[in-house]
Structure formats: structure tokens, C-alpha cells
């Protein structure tokens, strides 16, 4: 049987990472309130009591590029290291949070002893790297799935899975609360606001910014009424800061402390990087532009390695290109400025991709921190 206070191990690899362990520990937690956490983390896992060994920052790498060869040694220690601490002081159960590059290698070591292991977060094999389906058949005993057609392609492989929606779609509210935001803001309710977000990792910030930027400095000259509010990430303010001066000086861009969602649930459209936070802005119900640049010999290595049409949440979740999405050479401040004007002069299409928001809110709704924890009691019954 479970233990009533089970002690769990976690890793979280980015910010987004960060943010769905916290909301899994919020679940876990109410399950078990004497529960005890631990491993790579951030400050939202800390709000539930999580004591990090060390911070999730150190595991955030940008693309297939150098900067993951001179981490490499740094976090292949990392998670030798952690490893190590974990066999000799043996949690009831690990849970991987995304980062599958280092959690399934943590995973398989960790099974191979007798530690339940359990995945949050699908990897995209529906997207990409389809062969890493045999190394998670020996890395994980159980895989938390995001999306509702997920479960199927691990049952048709042998491994337990489970779909749990996505807790996003637990804290984000039905109805958006614009005005709300706005205020809070300091915007007023008849003002355009286009929401900036190039990314949460150095290595996007660094690739995306710039050509972001470019773009807010040519719609502030075709539409001087509009507005523009840019989420910093904790500790990213001294890389963005420098490329607003140079890129966007005289633009009436505000830079903001985090408060990423305040500027979803505020903007009418948002210019905004691939990843998690396209999700965001979907269950905000927002028209987006999703553009990402990475560097030359990432970009043929994924081109090669795709199995999709789309990069983007929105668009893969709905099967259908329901927003744009300008890659490498097309993610330029011409065609994106193009492109977020367009919603922004067609109320009806904007309406129209806002109600099917809305309907991929409803379906990825299924309170996920009770239905992940009772996926977990299931495992721990199983030692």
C-alpha cells in the first residue's frame, strides 16, 4: 500500500516546466497533505514546499545548437548527481515534468532499480522523434497525457497512459477577464494591445527578440494608436532591455515583471513565440502570430525530424490552421506585422478562432491535479 505521506522526487526543465509542477504539487498536496517534495525546481513548485537542489534554470536549453554542446557536461553531471542522491535516498515515486532529453535518461536509470517512475507531459512523438517510443517503454511505468489523443499511442506500445487534460485549462478562466486586466495594466478599454512574448529561455529571447521588436517598431509607425506590453521572465530583464533600445526605442512598448497571463487576458492579439505559452494564449482566447527562430543547423535537423504541418499548440490540438505561423526567414517584422494586423482588421475571423478556443477550453478542462494524483496513487499501489 501507499504510504500516507509518500515522498515524491520531480524535475522541471523551463519555466513552463515550473508552472505545471506547481499546479501538480497543488493536487498532490491535497491528496496528501504531510507529502514531502524534492529534485530540480522552481519558485512555483517552492510555493508547495518543494526543496530544490538545484534550479530548473540550470537544465533550459535553446535547439540542437552549441549552446547544448558546451551545457552538455554540466548537465549530464546534474543528472548523474541527482541520480545518484535519488537511489541512495529512494523516493516512493519520481515524476519526470516534460524535459525529456534529460527526464527519460533519469527515468530509465531510476526504473532499472525499482523506483516507480511516472512522466507529466507527453513528449511529441505525435510530432516529432517517433523512435523515442522505445525509450520511454523503458524509462516510465506511467505517462500523464496533456491531450486526449495521446493515451492511444502509448496503449498501442505496451505503456500505461492517462489523460489528465491540461491544468492550464483548470486556472485559466472560461471568461476572460479583459478589463481586469487592463486596469491592473494601466490600459484603458478602447486602446489596441498587441502582447510581445519572444519566449522564456535565453537561447529564444536571444533568436526571437529582435525580429519581435523590429516588428513592434514598424506597426507603432503604420498604427500609432496601438500598444504594446512585453512579459520579462525573472533574470531575462538584462538581455531584453538593451534589445528594446536598439530595436524599438521609441516604441510605446512596456516591459512587465512576468505577469504573462495579465498581458494574455489584456492584449487583442498577441505576437508570440512556440510553446506552452501558445496554449496560453489560446485558452485566453487569443488571435495570435506564432513565429520562432532558431539557429541554422537546429532548424534543418527539426525540419527533418517533423512529422506534423504545424509547430504550434493551437494548430496541432485542432488539427487545422486556425493562426499563422512564420518560421526561420518568415519570421520577419514585414510579414509579421502583416500578419497581426490582419486580425486585428478582421473582428470576424478573430471572433470566429476565438469560439474555437474556447471549445479546445472546455475539452482539455478536466481538473487535472485531482485526476493526475489519483494516476499517481495508482502507481504507488503497485510497489
Not at 195 to 200: F, V, Y
Not at 319 to 339: F, G, I, M, W
Request: aromatic residues 6%.
Amino acid at each position: 500500500m501507499a504510504s500516507l505521506d509518500p515522498r515524491v522526487a520531480m524535475v522541471a526543465g523551463e519555466t513552463s516546466g515550473d508552472l505545471l509542477s506547481g499546479l501538480l504539487l497543488g493536487g498532490l498536496k491535497a491528496r496528501w497533505p504531510g507529502l514531502s517534495s524534492c529534485g530540480i525546481g522552481g519558485p512555483r513548485m517552492a510555493e508547495h514546499g518543494f526543496e530544490a537542489w538545484w534550479p530548473y534554470q540550470k537544465l533550459a536549453v535553446h535547439g540542437f545548437n552549441m549552446e547544448v554542446l558546451r551545457r552538455f557536461r554540466e548537465i549530464w553531471t546534474i543528472r548523474r548527481d541527482l541520480g545518484d542522491r535519488l537511489l541512495a535516498d529512494r523516493p516512493d515515486v519520481f515524476v519526470g515534468v516534460d524535459a525529456p532529453d534529460f527526464n527519460l535518461g533519469l527515468e530509465a536509470r531510476l526504473k532499472a532499480e525499482g523506483i516507480k517512475t511516472v512522466h507529466f507531459v507527453s513528449p511529441s512523438i505525435w510530432a516529432w522523434r517517433g523512435g523515442r517510443i522505445h525509450k520511454i517503454h523503458r524509462s516510465v511505468d506511467h505517462i500523464l497525457c496533456l491531450f486526449p489523443f495521446e493515451p492511444k499511442l502509448y496503449h498501442d506500445h505496451g505503456i500505461a497512459a492517462t489523460f489528465v487534460g491540461h491544468p492550464l485549462a483548470d486556472t485559466i478562466p472560461l471568461e476572460v477577464p479583459r478589463a481586469q486586466a487592463r486596469a491592473s495594466l494601466g490600459l484603458d478599454e478602447q486602446t489596441p494591445v498587441v502582447a510581445i512574448l519572444p519566449g522564456s529561455r535565453r537561447g529564444e529571447v536571444l533568436h526571437n527578440t529582435p525580429a519581435f521588436l523590429q516588428t513592434v517598431a514598424l506597426l507603432s509607425r503604420q498604427r500609432p494608436d496601438l500598444r504594446f506590453v512585453l512579459p520579462v521572465v525573472p533574470g531575462l530583464r538584462d538581455m531584453v532591455e538593451p534589445m528594446v533600445r536598439e530595436h524599438a526605442p521609441d516604441a510605446p512598448l512596456t516591459l512587465l515583471d512576468g505577469r504573462s497571463h495579465e498581458a494574455l487576458a489584456a492584449c487583442d492579439v498577441t505576437l508570440i513565440a512556440s510553446g506552452t505559452a501558445t496554449l496560453e494564449a489560446a485558452l485566453f482566447k487569443r488571435p495570435m502570430v506564432i513565429a520562432y527562430k532558431i539557429s541554422g543547423l537546429s532548424w534543418q535537423i527539426m525540419k527533418r525530424m517533423a512529422y506534423l504541418p504545424w509547430v504550434g499548440l493551437p494548430n496541432i490540438l485542432l488539427s487545422d490552421s486556425v493562426v499563422p505561423e512564420r518560421l526561420q526567414d518568415e519570421a520577419n517584422p514585414a510579414q509579421l506585422a502583416a500578419d497581426v494586423l490582419a486580425w486585428l482588421d478582421q473582428p470576424a475571423r478573430a471572433a470566429s478562432v476565438q469560439q474555437r478556443f474556447l471549445e479546445l477550453h472546455h475539452q482539455l478542462k478536466q481538473d487535472t491535479a485531482r485526476a493526475a494524483s489519483d494516476a499517481i496513487a495508482q502507481v504507488l499501489e503497485t510497489r
